[in-house]
């Protein structure tokens, strides 16, 4: 039960630290800041929950870890609930905060969306994306790495994503973070979250095969 109120925060965090970025300080902080802000909840808090659940807060990465044998189905889809339910929460305080849910951080493509590149180019990224971030969670977190600064890096790959992609979908590489927003801004966000379910979960499968069959492991 640790575990699973740990990822339930975590993941709530995430949203609301990253999303609340870019909603409250996007026009002072720029993609930049908001890219930042994603990278340092993700450090955050690997270093305070990753001792108690490992910091999954992504439904993608518990995916990968299950492939990868280190986690069971059963606790996998424990895992995938409190993620949804904590990333949910932490949309909802950030639409207290905001005072609307006409704009709460979230993912898209498209017409009318930031650059405004096509389905296919937002498909394309979240995949590949989120298999370089899961390879990096799983490579950093494994046997013979340096634990200590497992939570760094994993932080640090994660702004450097944004840092290519928020004009793309506004970066997703994650199920939940992208089901919290959308599930309250509804219409188009929500009319497109299929894809930012179906990509990362791909993208986190691919990274987790590529350890699952020792192609990444010595």
Partial sequence: MNKLIAEFIGTAVLVLVGCGAAVLGGDAIGQVGISLAFGLAIVAM?????????????????????????????????????????????????????????????????????????????????????????????????????????????????????????QVTGVSVNPARSFGPAVLVGGQALAQLWLFIVAPLVGGALGGLLYRFKILKV
Avoid: K
Wanted: aromatic share 8%; with cysteine.
């Fill in 46 to 166: 690997a270093y305070s929950i990753g001792p108690i659940s490992g910091c999954h807060i992504n439904p993608a990465v518990s995916l990968a870890l299950y492939i990868d044998g280190r986690l069971g189905l059963v606790s996998m889809l424990q895992h995938w609930l409190a993620q949804f339910a904590g990333a949910l929460v932490g949309a909802l305080i950030l639409a207290a905060i905001v005072g609307s849910t006409a704009s709460l951080g979230q993912n898209g493509w498209g017409p009318g969306y930031l650059g405004e590149y096509s389905m296919q180019a937002a498909l394309l990224f979240e995949i590949v994306f989120t298999a370089i971030f899961v390879t990096v969670i799983l490579g950093s977190t494994g046997e013979r790495a340096a634990p200590h600064l497992a939570g760094l890096a994993i932080g640090l790959t994660l702004v450097a994503i944004h840092l290519v992609g928020i």
